[in-house]
């Protein structure tokens, strides 16, 4: 796959320690997916300093529902082992589409038929498609789309976009952006960090996550918000950040209340891009 992004273990890494939180689905997944195994190994001496990654799986992933609930149409791109379609389909009238490599998508999808077998439930409306976010093949776009309901669209993604660099997080808006013309709705997404270009982020737990990517979202996120919507008026969008009220219950599971670096990724805020074109008149507002 030319565009893959070596990110995959850490689907297994956010996996984990999501399943500290109150997520349904979350601990099922981390559990099935033998997700401690990995992170341990990616982590290796620096796994008791990574608590604060709960924070940041449990924060964004309910930080883009908030938002998400408003549509009945959701895709997730790069969506790796998160329970989100297992969630949202259990309302019968949204279409959630996971999408991810085919790998990571196979593995997924293995994981949750086999906790839907378990509980004897049946999801017609979770669909899963391969799908290579940085793709230059409009019909691959198109395949995406067609799996849908023709109705606004949430396109959801996060942990993927902070990987990219400035070539790659272009091309992965401009397919988002295609899929946004025709249908019209948001990209939803938590990937907008900032990482201060003068400042040396020592964070160990970074290190390790850089060492097993071969990408360091240090170096790879320093654009300001201004910077950012400006970056993203470019690509077509208008963005708007937001920060929906939740509660982050790993917080205080993990005893996370007085730790200076997980109040801060607790206030991380969630961007909610619109393409800066009419959307297509064939689309349905329900
Ligand atoms: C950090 S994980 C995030 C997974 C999930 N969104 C989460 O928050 O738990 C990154 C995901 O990107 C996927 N990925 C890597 N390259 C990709 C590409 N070119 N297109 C789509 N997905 C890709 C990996 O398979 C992996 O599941």
Known sequence: MPNMIKTSP?????AYFRGHSDIPWARDIADASGSEHVARNMLKDRFSEAGFLAVVAEGRFKKCNAYARKFKSVVEIAAGLSPRGLILTEDPHLTYVSTDLPEMLGKARVITDRLLEQRQLKR???????????TSDESAVNQVLESLPITPLAVISEGFMMYLDIEEKKAFLRNIHRMLKERGGALITTDVLHF?????NRNHVLQAIADATGRDMRTLNNMTRREASEFFMQAGFYSEILNPAIKISSLSSLRLTSDP?????????????TPCVPTSPNVRVN
Not at 10 to 14: G, I, K, Q, R
Not at 124 to 134: R, S, T, Y
Not at 261 to 273: G, H, I, M, R, T
């Open 10 to 14: 850490t689907a297994e890494l956010m």
């Open 124 to 134: 017609p409306n979770l669909k899963w498609i391969g799908f290579d976010a940085l």
């Open 196 to 200: 201060d270009r003068e400042r040396k």
């Open 261 to 273: 670096l997980s109040l801060e990724v607790a206030s991380l805020p969630v961007w909610v891009l």
